[in-house]
Structures are given as C-alpha cells and as structure tokens.
C-alpha cells in the first residue's frame, strides 16, 4: 500500500508523516507518527492518538540534528533524549530535515526573544489602548523578521544543495559512458528533487511575507493616525490640568476670601467636622484609576478628566456606602460607630465557644468489590451508596452555608440607594459559591421532614431554618431572618444530568431576599454547577451561566455571567462579571471579580457603543468607570481544612453537637455523626437503616391516602414498582412549578403562590422558634 506524500514543508508549517524509530535490539525500528509544531518534534503510536497520548516530546530549540546516512538521522537535546530516525528514502529524509532545520532556527530565536522581553520588561503604563497598539506593532514587525529570518535560512539551504547539484553535475561531465552512469544519473536527479524542496520552501516563506506586508501595511496607516490624534488629545488634556494646577495654587493662597463652599477642605479639617460634601483633591484624584480588565459583553476605561472636578458633595454620593479612599471613613463605618447596637460598638460574648476542628477525614481506600457484592440480588434503586462519596454535612447545611457572609446584607440594609444596595445584594448571590471551589463530596440527602436550625442571633443577629419539604421530587426549603432588617427565604430543587466525563447539577427554585426599611425585593436563581473528571482523574467543581438579581420594587437590574473554566482562555478562572441597571436598562455600576475569591465594583460615568466587536458582531459597550471597590473578600480556610473536608470556619460548626434543637435537627442524624467520627461501616450501615425506615413510612403513608381515597379498597398492598423507588426521577422545572407529587404536609413550611413571582413555593408558616423556647417537639415526626 503506497504512503500518502508528504507536504513540502514550508516555514512555519505543522509537519507530519511516518518514520522508524529505534526502540530496542529486540524489536528494532518501529514505524510511528511524528508531528513537527512550535519547535516541538511529538511522536504517536498512530495518528488516532494525536487526540490524547503522546508517546515523547523533544524541544528543538536546544536539540543538535545529526544525518548519519542516506535515510538516517539522530536528534538530541544533548543525553536526556536522543531520537533514531530512519525515513523511507532520502528525499523523505531531506524533507524532515530542512523542517527541522527551519523549526530549530525559529524556536531559537522565539526563545531569545521570550528572554529579551523578560528582562526588559517594564510596568504597564496608564495609557493601555496606545501600549496595546505599540505591543501590537511590535509583534508584527517580529513576526516580519522571523520570515525574514527564514528567507536567510532556506537562502543558506538553497547554496548548500545547489553546491552539491552542482559538484554532481561536474563529476557527470567527467564520466565515461558505462556502468557508473545510471548512479551518477541518480544522484543527480535526487540532488535536484532536494533543490526544488528547498527552492519550494523558500517561496512559500517569501508568499508569507508578502501577505503578512500586505494585510498590515493599511493597519499601521490607521494606527499612526490614530497616535497622532491621541497625542493631539493628551496635549490638550496636559493644557487643561495645568490651568487647573494654577488655579489651585492660587485658590489654596487665597482660601480666605473664597466662599466656604468652595474653601479647601485641607484647610478646613482644623476646623470641628468638615461638611459632608468635603473631601480633597487628592482623595477625588484617587477615585479615578485604571481601566478595568476586558471582558466579553463591555470593556471599562476609566472616566474622562473632566469627572475629576465634580463637586465634593457629589463624591461623597458616590462614596457613600461602597467606601472611600484611605484616610476617609465610609458611612457603612460611622453608622456602626455611632449604632450603640452594633457589634463592633459593644463587646459581644458569643453563647458558646465554636470548635474550629472535626476529626480529620479517613483515607480510607473505595472497594467497589465490597460495594458490588453487597448489591446482588437487589433491585437497582435500593442499592445503598456509601458514605465514601459524602461529606459529613446534609444539603440542608450546605444551604445554610449561603450566610457565610451574612456581613453583606447587612450593610445592604443599611443602605440609601437602591442601586447600591443591588450591588451588595449581588456580591452576596456569588459569594455563597465561594466555598464549593473545593468541596467535591456528595452531602447527605436528607430525610423527608428533616430539619436544620442556625441560630446565630447573639453572635451575628440572624437565625434560619431549613425543612427538607419533599422527597419526590427531593425539594428543601430555607427561612432566614436578622434583626438588622433583611430577609432571605428559598425553596431548592436540584436536577442533575450525567454526561459521561462530567456530571452537571440544575438548581431549581428562587431565592428571595426582602428589607425592611426599604421593602425592597430581590429575587434570583442560581447557576449550573459542574462536577468533571467524574471516572477518571481528580474531580474538580466549576460554576457557569448567567444570574439575573431583579428588584421587583424599583424594576432594577443586575445581570450576572459565570464564565465557565476553558483551558484555551486568556481570562483569569472562575470569572464574573456583571452590570447594574435601572428601570430604564441605563447602566450605574459595574461588577467584576472570581466566585472564589472576590467581587469589586464601580460607578459607571459614561457608556457609548463602540470598542471591539463580540463574538457575535456585535459592538460592545464601553462603560466609562471610577476606580473599582471592593464589595467582598472570601475568608481564608482554617489551617488543616484539606485534611477535614475542606470546610470553612462556619462549615466546621454546622454539625455541632446543641442542646435544644429539634429531634429532626440534621445534627442527630446517626449515620452523618458516624461518618464526621471516621467509622465509615457503621456509618454505611446506619444510611442503609435510615433509607429502608423511611420507604416504610412512605408506604404506609400511601396506604393511608388509598384508604381515604377508595374506603371500598382497604385492606389491598399497593403493588411493588415505581412508587417504591428510593432514587427520586429528576425533577424538571415544568415538574417543579406544577407542584409536588407527595401527600406530604411540612411541619414548618405551607405551600403557597408568591405574590411577586407568581410561582407556588414553600414559606415559612411560624412557630419553630416559639416550640424550642418551649421545648414543645411531640408533633415532630421520628424519622432517626
């Protein structure tokens, strides 16, 4: 069977074809697949797995080609790895070589390049559209010179061959006609097939100059007008500051005679208190910064000179509950200093002392030998799944763990403006994914009827409760209230697809958090949550698509984007970003930051179509911005977290032992207490009991509803099948709204329409708190 012909190879190019490869004296040469890229010479078995394994990879930049005979050649990096290579002929021979000659000479000189801009390297200056046009610029002209660069290379080839061409010509001259004709005839022909491979790639490389020459000659027309009308632009901005420097100079002399509300507050602070509206001209200086990172729907520029001489009083508006520069003092902080009831104003002694630790996690090896052995026999939906995959904490804790930051609606009580109220409001949907980043293990499902109280009134002004409310569909539904105004209700369905590699998690249901003082109402959902590597490899979680938060008293809007992770992206992981708008969609704030770490903001001044164009054509909008501010920063994980499950500090005592609560609380749930102990197989044994007593209660509980249905048919067992299933199907979000499937009615939750939704949800009926204080728990039902 003939092989397919190589391609010429032009600099620059991918090169790939077959060659032999010397492996041992056992087997010899074996034929593989090379694949020549980026100053890399790979080698695959086949050319299928070019997809996912590569078999040795050399970097030519340091490695010395060597040609041993007609077909064979030797590549090294100097003993590491050595390459013995045999082609098929020396015309196939000839052509990896001269590509290997042009690819070595161009990671070369990429190398030096890369270490030139390494030293070189300066801090990036303010003006980022003329520094990205010059690095723009400079790139190019670089790429002209390696083509250039390359012309010299297959310039030195093409005399090299043609030197020998013509040696083998002269020695053709001399010879007799005879036997030594037909070699020397063939040593010709090959010499000249090697010259037009040669002469081949240096016309390609002289093609590709020419285009590149071509295609960028009219950018760079457009880029240096562009410089000189920029440089215009900056002249008269540098005219205008000095004017104003002047007239500063000489109000600062003449502060005296200046009316008080243009005085200098510098002048001024000797006095009592300054006004509200004061700040100095450093501090309004301070509040103009960078432009922020790009991003995929807007790009952010910081505001225009002119913004800078807005009055105090209008800074201080801006200021006032996003904080301002160093040496001022936002008004989050002196209301709280001057709030008696604050906390930082009064020392608070906390109830109790919270454990920091838990037993740290068994590495305990999964045997799904012990697990098979176990299932035979069974039907598949009463397999038990073991514990290994859990994290000692039901999904009513891990919901309980939106308040981590409860500090965020706190000061969004607090304040003034609805628009930045959004964007706390905001800060506080994406920190609640903050402490999933590395939380890979399953939570306990809960038991229908389950509850979990949180209640930290004395330490952090807020108490919740969660019920887990259904289990066909399996639904959990979450009341949380502070006494410093706020809120926050949620009724959680989750839908889960499995794709093969990944498993990916829909949460279904609204979040509503509601203040007081404003009666403001907020409302969202949550994204798609990720699981990847679920057969093979480390699991690692990421978060993606898009969260709109809606104020449905005021009609405003943030709109949020998870980027999902991509390994070909430019962007830093695990990004957000999003805009503040109001009623009539005019964008006020601009959020941006990672759900794993930190959300800022900043004060939209002006907004224009234009800049780059999307992926879909679009312009995108450009938002002219004051200096960002930091609305929220993750808590650091206490010391040892990866040895216990990687929980946070308020993880860590969600499960704690307390006196009072409800005997359905998730904390007396015996197989979750065995798990967090470490005895994995009582604890295995405990979650089979607790999952075969509640199939028990649930069909008895459905022998119930028949016999109040048919009277004529009591006494009949429901046939065994569907109803009996302890793995509920996957809820839909048509599924979901309907309603749900069980005759079921919640201790602490009633079923109703929310009247700003317009969707049936599960709210909370009152009650609980009054039956701790009472200690009045017997219509709980026993579910442990």
């Known amino acids: 069977m003939s092989e397919p012909k190589a391609p010429t190879p032009a600099p620059g190019d991918t090169y790939k074809g077959w060659l032999f490869k010397w492996t041992n004296y056992i087997k010899g040469y074996q034929r593989r697949w090379f694949v020549l890229s980026n100053g890399l010479l790979s080698y695959y078995r086949t050319q299928a797995e070019m997809g996912h394994t590569c078999r040795g990879t050399i970097n030519l930049a340091t490695a010395n080609i060597a040609v041993e005979d007609s077909c064979n050649f030797v590549i090294s990096n100097g003993g590491t790895q050595t390459y013995h290579l045999k082609a098929s002929s020396e015309v196939e021979r000839q052509r990896w070589i001269t590509a290997l000659e042009l690819a070595k000479a161009k990671a070369f000189r990429m190398q030096a390049e890369s270490d030139d801009s390494g030293d070189d390297s300066t801090p990036p200056a303010a003006g980022q559209g003329a520094g990205s046009r010059n690095s723009e610029v400079q790139s190019t002209l670089r790429t002209l010179g390696s083509k250039v660069e390359d012309l010299s290379t297959c310039n030195d080839l093409i005399a090299k061959h043609g030197s020998a061409l013509q040696r083998s010509l002269s020695e053709l001259e001399g010879v007799r006609l005879g036997g030594e004709t037909s070699e020397k005839?063939?040593?010709?022909?090959?010499?000249?097939?090697?010259?037009?491979?040669?002469?081949?790639?240096?016309?390609?490389?002289?093609?590709?100059?020419?285009?590149?020459?071509?295609?960028?000659?009219?950018?760079?027309?457009?880029?240096?007008?562009?410089?000189?009308?920029?440089?215009?632009?900056?002249?008269?901005?540098?005219?205008?500051?000095?004017?104003?420097?002047?007239?500063?100079?000489?109000?600062?002399?003449?502060?005296?005679?200046?009316?008080?509300?243009?005085?200098?507050?510098?002048?001024d602070s000797k006095g009592p208190v300054p006004g509200k509206g004061d700040a100095s001209d450093e501090d309004e200086e301070n509040e103009f910064f960078d432009a922020c990172e790009d991003v995929q729907e807007f790009i952010t520029v910081p505001a225009d000179p002119k913004y800078h001489r807005r009055s105090g009083s209008n800074v201080s508006g801006i200021s006032s509950e996003l904080g301002m520069d160093d040496g001022t003092t936002s008004l989050d902080e002196q209301s709280l200093a001057s709030n008696p009831e604050s906390p930082q104003s009064q020392e608070v002694v906390p109830v109790r002392k919270r454990r920091t630790r838990i037993p740290d996690k068994p590495n305990y090896s999964l045997n799904l030998w012990s697990i098979m052995k176990n299932c035979i026999g069974k039907e598949l939906s009463k397999i038990p799944m073991p514990v290994n995959f859990n994290e000692p904490l039901s999904m009513l804790q891990r919901l309980s763990e939106d308040l981590e930051y409860y500090e965020l609606l706190d000061r969004a009580a607090k304040c003034q403006s609805s628009l930045e109220q959004m964007c706390y409001v905001a800060a506080?949907?994406?920190?609640?994914?903050?402490?999933?980043?590395?939380?890979?293990?399953?939570?306990?499902?809960?038991?229908?009827?389950?509850?979990?109280?949180?209640?930290?009134?004395?330490?952090?002004?807020?108490?919740?409760?969660?019920?887990?409310?259904?289990?066909?569909?399996?639904?959990?539904?979450?009341?949380?209230?502070?006494?410093?105004?706020?809120?926050?209700?949620?009724?959680?369905?989750?839908?889960?697809?499995?794709?093969?590699?990944?498993?990916?998690?829909?949460?279904?249901?609204?979040?509503?958090?509601?203040?007081?003082?404003?009666?403001?109402?907020?409302?969202?959902?949550?994204?798609?949550?990720?699981?990847?590597?679920?057969?093979?490899?480390?699991?690692?979680?990421?978060?993606?698509?898009?969260?709109?938060?809606?104020?449905?008293?005021?009609?405003?809007?943030?709109?949020?984007?998870?980027?999902?992770?991509?390994?070909?992206?430019?962007d830093v992981a695990r990004k957000v970003t999003g805009v503040v708008t109001d009623k009539d969609g005019k964008a006020h704030y601009v959020l941006s930051g990672t759900w794993d770490e930190k959300m800022e903001c900043s004060r939209v001044m002006q907004s224009s179509r234009g800049g780059e164009n999307g992926a879909d054509g679009r312009q995108k909008t450009v938002y002219q911005t004051l200096k960002a501010k930091e609305l929220w920063r993750k808590t650091p994980l206490p010391e040892g977290a990866e040895n216990m499950y990687y929980f946070s500090t308020l993880a860590l005592t969600l499960?704690?032992?307390?006196?009072?609560?409800?005997?359905?609380?998730?904390?007396?749930?015996?197989?979750?207490?065995?798990?967090?102990?470490?005895?994995?197989?009582?604890?295995?044994?405990?979650?089979?009991?607790?999952?075969?007593?509640?199939?028990?209660?649930?069909?008895?509980?459905?022998?119930?509803?028949n016999r109040a249905a048919n009277p004529s048919e009591e006494g009949k067992e429901p046939a065994d099948g569907a109803e009996e299933v302890e793995i509920a199907s996957e809820p839909s979000e048509t599924t979901y709204k309907s309603g749900h499937q069980e005759n079921y009615k919640p201790m602490w939750f009633e079923r109703r329409v929310d009247p700003m939704t317009g969707e049936p949800t599960h709210i909370y009926r009152g009650g609980y708190w009054e039956a701790k204080e009472q200690g009045s728990w017997d219509s709980c039902p026993d579910i442990f």
Not at 189 to 213: G, H, K, P, Q
Not at 676 to 690: C, I, P, S, T, V
Request: aromatic content about 8%; proline content about 4%.
């Open 185 to 267: 005839i063939r040593q010709v022909t090959e010499r000249a097939t090697l010259f037009r491979i040669t002469s081949n790639a240096m016309i390609n490389a002289c093609r590709d100059f020419l285009a590149l020459a071509q295609a960028h000659s009219k950018r760079w027309q457009k880029a240096l007008q562009a410089e000189r009308e920029q440089r215009v632009r900056l002249e008269e901005t540098l005219e205008q500051l000095a004017k104003q420097h002047n007239h500063l100079e000489r109000a600062f002399r003449g502060a005296t005679v200046l009316p008080p509300s243009q005085s200098n507050p510098a002048i």
């Open 428 to 570: 506080f949907t994406v920190s609640s994914y903050s402490t999933t980043v590395h939380r890979t293990g399953k939570p306990f499902n809960p038991l229908l009827g389950e509850t979990f109280e949180l209640d930290r009134v004395q330490e952090s002004g807020y108490r919740s409760l969660c019920e887990q409310v259904s289990h066909h569909p399996p639904a959990a539904a979450h009341h949380a209230i502070s006494e410093r105004g706020w809120t926050l209700r949620q009724e959680i369905a989750l839908a889960s697809k499995f794709r093969g590699k990944y498993l990916s998690i829909m949460p279904l249901g609204s979040i509503h958090c509601i203040f007081e003082k404003s009666n403001n109402h907020y409302s969202w959902k949550k994204v798609t949550t990720t699981v990847h590597n679920i057969i093979v490899g480390k699991l690692w979680i990421d978060q993606s698509g898009e969260i709109d938060v809606v104020n449905h008293r005021t009609g405003d809007r943030c709109h949020l984007k998870f980027a999902p992770y991509s390994y070909f992206s430019r």
């Open 655 to 705: 499960n704690e032992s307390e006196e009072g609560v409800a005997p359905t609380d998730s904390r007396r749930r015996p197989d979750q207490r065995l798990m967090e102990q470490g005895r994995w197989e009582e604890a295995n044994a405990e979650k089979q009991r607790l999952e075969e007593k509640q199939r028990t209660v649930r069909r008895e509980r459905e022998r119930e509803a």
